[in-house]
């Protein structure tokens, strides 16, 4: 990864592990940053204990995995169909399905189903033992890598779990009467080095357009519902000098602990409040700021109760502005290849993350905007590059899901246009901005 560091994740780490004294350790990570775990696993095999994956996707690099792996999914929506294939990968992976569930990156899983997963994992850990380790109670940082550690037994490393709020929280006191459980975060891993890369890519591009378009004056109170890993916070507060107050609200206590610490290494933390709550139930009181704004979040939840709540905690004569991801215009992958392969790899949907039932990422963000009443309207779909990490990432994610034909047409078409630095991938996004009407 580069931008917050220039070296490889499992180069840190296998810092950390020095640094611990662990040799080897079971490891535990989420669906959407392979590279949280590809690197360790392949590059420094024998670190690596054993593997357990929740909700992962097919990758190549699954076939030639050396530890015992343990896939957990749910048996709902498209990431199940993505699991299956990845079981497929492992045909000597262990596995444990969750029935009626649908792991969607934000679920918050251990919350929802920890009762039965706890003792899953558990049970394939004991049949992978390693040799226990002594380790005192601690927090701290090595390598821009954050852990905590609790208990002792044999080591279990948790990386994030993508956008999940708990993380692996409500498990902690059970895993760490068994295991020396290691919690690990910073802005290297899981959805924060995502949110974190998109604001070192065209993305950031996007949000000052919006920004520049809400006309942001001094004195003026801003609130973003959602902030993630605070990309945008930062931006705003960077922006205004701290002319402005700037509130955060997130349903996501992780994203929230990490936002905070970014912010405080910028020296920006002092202009912004970050604050636990729901989209859906904003807790400000009516007419109480004077910019709302939501990026990425109304995929997420309720996009009817989403902007409805940003309407009713703006000022009249305050301004709104909400970007979606887009599930209605295709992505586009910059590779030569048939237009029947192109229409497969940029398919809507095919490298997003999900949306939920009642979400909202399509241009229907428009009408919702005229729908509640909202005036001096100005909407736009708009491109962003992906930087070459996530390009990386995704283009994984693409390859994963071809065919014998289908790869062998695009491995070399890739190589082409990465030799002639014309490969990319571009991300639609739809754009809403208005303006609450005077009482």
């Known amino acids: 990864m580069t931008g917050a560091s220039e070296r490889a994740i499992e180069d840190c780490l296998v810092d950390l592990f020095q640094h611990l004294g662990i040799d080897r350790a079971h490891i535990a990570a989420g669906q959407q940053v392979a590279s949280d775990w590809l690197g360790l696993a392949t590059r420094y095999p024998?670190?690596?204990a054993s593997l357990s994956l929740v909700s992962p996707r097919p990758l190549p690099e699954l076939r030639t995995l050396e530890c015992p792996v343990f896939v957990l999914a749910g048996?709902?929506?498209a990431n199940a169909d993505a699991s299956v294939k990845a079981l497929a990968q492992v045909q000597s992976a262990a596995s444990h399905i969750l029935c009626g569930y649908e792991c969607l990156p934000w679920a918050d899983i251990i919350a929802d189903r920890g009762a039965e997963i706890g003792p899953a994992m558990s049970a394939f850990l004991d049949a992978n033992s390693i040799p226990p380790v002594s380790l005192r109670k601690a927090e701290g940082e090595i390598s821009g890598i954050t852990y905590r550690v609790r208990g002792s037994g044999p080591p279990l490393v948790l990386m994030p779990l993508d956008l999940t709020p708990s993380q692996w929280e409500p498990l902690i006191g059970q895993f760490s009467?068994?295991?020396?459980?290691?919690?690990?975060?910073g802005p290297l891993l899981g959805a924060v080095s995502l949110l974190e890369g998109r604001g070192r890519s065209g993305y950031l591009d996007l949000v000052r357009t919006v920004l520049n378009l809400m006309d942001i004056r001094p004195g003026e109170v801003?609130?973003?519902v959602g902030g993630g890993s605070g990309v945008v916070l930062r931006e705003i507060a960077r922006r205004t000098a701290g002319a402005n107050q700037i509130i955060d609200i997130d349903i996501n206590p992780y994203l929230l602990r990490e936002a905070a610490a970014l912010a405080r290494r910028e020296h920006l933390a002092e202009h912004i409040k970050f604050q636990e709550g729901s989209a859906e139930a904003l807790p400000l009181a009516a007419d109480s700021v004077d910019v709302a704004l939501s990026f990425t979040v109304m995929e997420e939840g309720n996009a009817d109760r989403m902007l409805a709540e940003l309407v009713r905690v703006t000022r009249p004569g305050g301004r709104i502005g909400v970007v979606v991801r887009s599930q209605d215009v295709p992505w586009w992958t910059n590779v030569s290849v048939s237009e029947r392969l192109r229409a497969?790899?940029?398919?809507?949907?095919?490298?997003g993350s999900g949306v939920a039932k009642e979400g909202c990422a399509d241009a229907s963000v428009y009408s919702r905007f005229a729908n509640a009443g909202l005036i001096q309207l100005r909407f736009f779909p708009q491109l962003?590059?992906?930087e070459p990490e996530q390009a990386a990432r995704l283009e994984m994610g693409i390859v994963a899901g071809l065919?014998?034909?289908?790869?062998?047409?695009?491995?070399?078409?890739?190589t082409a246009a990465k030799a002639e630095a014309t490969?990319?991938?571009a991300q639609p996004h739809h754009c809403a901005i208005g303006t609450k009407p005077a009482s």
């Open 222 to 224: 801003i609130l973003e």
């Open 423 to 425: 490969f990319f991938i």
């Open 384 to 386: 962003v590059v992906r």
């Open 344 to 351: 497969k790899a940029n398919r809507p949907g095919y490298l």
């Open 177 to 185: 009467a068994r295991y020396c459980t290691i919690c690990l975060g």
């Open 403 to 414: 065919d014998a034909e289908e790869t062998a047409e695009w491995q070399p078409a890739s």
């Open 46 to 48: 024998e670190r690596v």
């Open 75 to 77: 048996d709902k929506g």
